[in-house]
């Protein structure tokens, strides 16, 4: 999809094998939207001109969207993104947490 967009543009096509990696993408859990359905829905229904241009902009550009935008995929569906695991193991923080 990158390529057909830098083509798209008119730009100079990406390098050969480079992968566009995520990043300020802590995985785990931070605010507890996963569990609230009709908030997450709500957002989802507010951003559907953003997804659908998302999509115009790839199909212009002749690329297929991906799936995860065709059927508006967030972090709440990837179980993986839930999942916080790090050295010291799933959910825990390397930091001092004061408990009361």
């Not at 997450?40 to 199909?59: A, C, D, I, K, N």
């Not at 993104?81 to 930091?95: I, T």
């Amino acid at each position: 999809a990158f390529q057909d967009l830098a083509r798209q543009l008119g730009v100079e096509p990406f390098a050969s094998g480079l992968d566009f990696e995520r990043h300020n993408s802590e995985s785990g859990h931070r605010t507890d939207l996963c569990k609230n359905s009709s908030v997450l829905s709500e957002l989802q229904r507010r951003f559907e001109p953003e997804y659908r241009s998302m999509e115009e902009v790839l199909r212009v550009a002749g690329a297929a969207a991906p799936e995860e935008l065709r059927l508006r995929r967030t972090r709440c569906d990837r179980a993986e993104e839930l999942a916080f695991v790090n050295e010291l193991g799933p959910c825990q923080s390397g930091g001092d947490v004061e408990v009361e």
